[in-house]
């Protein structure tokens, strides 16, 4: 089983730039995918983006070119540069894994561990 806690959102302006972190724990020794997704008021949640083991990634359309996905395997960290933000950026942003080298797609359920999330606010 995996851990997963994430930090560093928070309240920007529109055009501003945040960094989340999701900090893994537990059975981080086995080949494991990380994501984020993000679920806004009233709306499903969807993928932002994700990594697989050996650093493959995939990047939703509606972040493409403005939000970057890394992870640090040393530090067992998975991160989300997001830059060029909107309002409709605003959302709970959630670090997920699945075991396994390659990632399972977008669906949320494909993914059994999740962090507690942290809020991300964008301004006009």
């Known amino acids: 089983q995996v851990q997963l806690v994430e930090s560093g959102g928070g309240s920007v302006q529109s055009g501003g730039s945040l960094v989340l972190s999701c900090a893994a724990s537990g059975d981080t020794n086995s080949a494991y995918c990380m994501a984020w997704f993000r679920q806004a008021p009233g709306k499903e949640r969807e993928a932002v983006a994700r990594i697989s083991s050996g650093g493959g990634t995939t990047h939703e359309d509606p972040v493409k070119g403005r939000f970057i996905v890394s992870r640090d395997n040393a530090e067992n960290t998975l991160y989300l540069h997001m830059g060029s933000l909107t309002p409709m950026d605003t959302a709970m942003y959630y670090c997920?894994?699945?075991?396994?080298?390659?990632?399972?797609?977008?669906?949320?359920?494909?993914?059994?561990?999740w962090g507690q999330g942290t809020q991300v606010t964008v301004s006009s």
């Open positions: 997920a894994a699945a075991m396994g080298y390659y990632c399972p797609g977008s669906s949320a359920t494909r993914y059994p561990y």
